[in-house]
């Protein structure tokens, strides 16, 4: 039986074609055109920024924090910090285990390439 407990069919992503939500989109049903358009870009933006943070820290023999990899892409550190999870997920990137001082002092991790 398809499908939901009323015998619609679930809405469905306009461009994948997929149920919603849409793992390939980022945006809501109701967004504006321009939010759909940006979201529609967001994959290849997303790789792009985890290339930068990967050759940055391929050329950091002593690993790199989040300020010190923002400060070698030229990457927001919030949009470094948003990749690294998946990075390290990904298992191209570990937790050296050390940590270095912030620019405000917090002890931050130091990332390492794998």
Known sequence: MSGD???DDPPRCPVHKGPLPCIHCLHRRHDPDTSKAAAH???S???RHEGMILEA???MPAGGTKDELEAATGLPAVAV???MRKLA???SVSDSGERRATP???AAIVWEAT
Do not use: H, M, N, Y
């Open 5 to 7: 407990l009323f015998g």
């Open 41 to 43: 870009k967001a994959p």
């Open 45 to 47: 933006l997303v790789t």
């Open 57 to 59: 820290l391929a050329s």
């Open 81 to 83: 910090a948003r990749r």
């Open 89 to 91: 997920d990904g298992g």
């Open 104 to 106: 405000a002092g917090r």
